[in-house]
């Protein structure tokens, strides 16, 4: 009895073991471009197709190389490849001018608009009437109304960042610099919910005021097509579903 007592015991082992997920063994992640991540990598539960190493010195005897600790065009192409979409060169926000002076009149766009959306004339800080410091402003993003232009940023509705990840990586200097300032992808917004909001598309993230997010949507998708920008395969599930439902609302 005693002698099959370690073999039982092994057994059981080996079937609690085979019911793990990989996660749950692979100390160390090989990613199929061949990086090494270890626990403390960002990657590590973001990388679902790997080879899994108990060491990262045996991931590296096979072959695999350590991430680098700063951003790099070679973080920026593991990501791609985790996510499923096209690489993508390093996103640098000076490469997509915004809030420039096109009409050399001294107020920028952030600044024209300002002027433009304000339901009361405004106050400007200085008689050069350069930049705007009061007036009357609706955020649909939070149903609000401001007062004191600080307290608002000025939204792109598509963030720069999301573009450059879905096609205007490729785009010319001049062709960002008119997506960063095009009227129809700006919104002025409780400067608190734009910086909440980031980057994120509207599979991650849609205004907390509820009444307004389905015309989020539409703008979203309008500037989307309007730049041919290029969504992934889980991106269009999930706005398709989102899309469907506002319409049934409407109907």
């Not at 100390?27 to 790997?50: M, P, W």
């Not at 926000?93 to 952030?110: L, M």
């Not at 015309?215 to 398709?240: A, C, H, P, W």
Request: aromatic content about 10%.
């Amino acid at each position: 009895m005693k002698r099959n007592i370690p073999i039982l015991f092994l057994l059981s082992i080996f079937t609690f073991s085979c019911s793990l997920p990989d996660d749950a063994y692979a100390q160390v992640k090989k990613s199929q471009s061949g990086i090494c991540h270890d626990l403390s990598s960002k990657s590590y539960h973001r990388t679902k197709n790997f080879e899994a190493f108990s060491t990262v010195d045996a991931c590296l005897d096979s072959g695999g190389r350590l991430p680098k600790t700063n951003s790099s065009y070679e973080q920026a192409e593991e990501e791609a490849l985790i996510e499923g979409r096209s690489y993508t060169s390093i996103y640098d926000r000076a490469d997509w001018p915004h809030w420039i002076d096109s009409d050399s009149d001294c107020q920028n766009t952030r600044h024209e608009l300002l002027i433009q959306t304000s339901n009361l004339p405004v106050v400007f800080k200085t008689d050069k009437a350069c930049l705007v410091a009061v007036g009357e402003w609706y955020d649909p993003y939070s149903d609000g109304t401001f007062t004191d232009s600080t307290a608002l940023d000025l939204d792109h509705i598509v963030p720069l960042k999301f573009a450059h990840g879905h096609g205007g990586d490729k785009w010319s200097r001049e062709r960002r610099q008119q997506f960063a300032n095009d009227p129809d992808n700006l919104l002025l917004v409780k400067a608190t919910l734009n910086r909440q909001k980031g980057a994120k598309g509207i599979d991650e993230w849609l205004p907390p005021n509820h009444a307004y997010r389905c015309q989020y949507i539409d703008r979203f998708m309008t500037v989307i097509n309007k730049y041919q920008l290029t969504l992934i395969s889980s991106e269009k599930r999930t706005i398709g579903k989102m899309q469907a439902a506002c319409n049934k609302h409407k109907n």
